[in-house]
């Protein structure tokens, strides 16, 4: 495999356990808004796709949906259990127009024209080098070819992240670190503006970059496997990652007090920012 992103390679291969373990729970803070960047592409039947960052494999199958039996999706991960499990899962779901390959999307050798559609879901946020990347997605894709994602906004429109990290904090007394602005991480693509120069500058045309923010929602009797859940990613997982079990549970408390404090009507909502971003190659 050709791999320039040798750091990322490393932390999603310690990654991916916890993903794959966590992947129906990470469909509540993805799966809506996933569908909104797929939507975007307009899929039609036979067409030829490639999912970028792939993960555990639920938008490589639902696109695979979208395109039909004619059609194929490739999805791509730098992670080998993340793609372990998106083949256990076609296999499961019975579907034969998907593939998965091993490769880092910036260095990948893509054969040019090969695809329709690229799409991510939360997937090209981690290159060192994004104009490279996308550049190079754009070779893979037809003349016509379309590009859409969906990314995170600043950390601050995304309560959801924010407030276990803020209970992170108040356990370890010390900020979850975080990337430099624009490095490699959930948030290098947060800037409206960085994107479309990013895209413009890999060669994309026509480039849209709209934000949308909403919700994500629990139910209040759901409080204590949410928190649980929040902990072990992101920020607050860097940020718990060596604590002792008793700073931990303090983490833990703090999380689940903060939540019980925003419930209204049996449910506590929480501040979720993306951005929806699309392009013509
Ligand atoms: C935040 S996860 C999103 C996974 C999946 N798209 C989803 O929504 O569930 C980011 C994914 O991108 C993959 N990834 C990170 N850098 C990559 C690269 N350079 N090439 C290919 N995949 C990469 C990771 O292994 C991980 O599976």
């Not at 803070?29 to 030829?48: C, K």
Request: hydrophobic share 45%; proline share 5%; with cysteine.
């Amino acid at each position: 495999m050709d791999l320039v992103n040798t750091e990322q390679a490393e932390q999603w291969a310690l990654m991916a356990p916890t993903w794959v373990e966590m992947e129906g729970r990470l469909e509540r803070t993805s799966g809506a808004v996933g569908r909104m960047a797929m939507d975007r592409l307009d899929l039609r039947p036979g067409e030829r796709v490639v999912d970028l960052g792939c993960g555990t494999g639920p938008t490589t199958v639902e696109l695979a949906g979208r395109v039909g039996p004619e059609g194929r999706v490739v999805g791509m991960d730098i992670a080998t259990a993340m793609l372990d499990r998106a083949r256990q899962r076609a296999a499961e779901e019975g579907v034969t127009n998907v593939s998965f390959v091993h490769a880092d999307v910036q260095a990948h050798q893509f054969d040019e024209g090969e695809f329709d559609a690229a799409f991510s879901r939360f997937g090209v946020m981690f290159y060192a080098d994004p104009v490279a990347a996308f550049a190079n997605v754009r070779r893979a894709l037809t003349p016509a070819g379309r590009l859409s994602f969906v990314c995170w906004q600043e950390a601050l429109a995304n309560e959801w992240m924010t407030l276990p990290a803020m209970a992170v904090m108040s356990a370890t007394n010390a900020p979850p670190a975080m990337p430099e602005p624009g490095a490699p991480g959930p948030f290098a693509l947060c800037d409206p503006d960085r994107v479309r120069s990013i895209l413009t500058g890999a060669g994309f045309a026509t480039v849209e970059v709209t934000p949308h923010n909403d919700h994500v929602t629990a139910e209040e009797g759901d409080i204590e496997n949410f928190a649980g859940s929040a902990l072990r990613v992101g920020a607050a997982g860097r940020g718990l990652k060596d604590a002792d079990d008793a700073t931990k549970q303090k983490a833990y408390d703090a999380t689940v007090d903060a939540l019980r404090a925003k419930v209204e009507g049996g449910v506590v909502r929480l501040a979720r920012g993306v951005l929806l971003a699309s392009a013509r190659a």
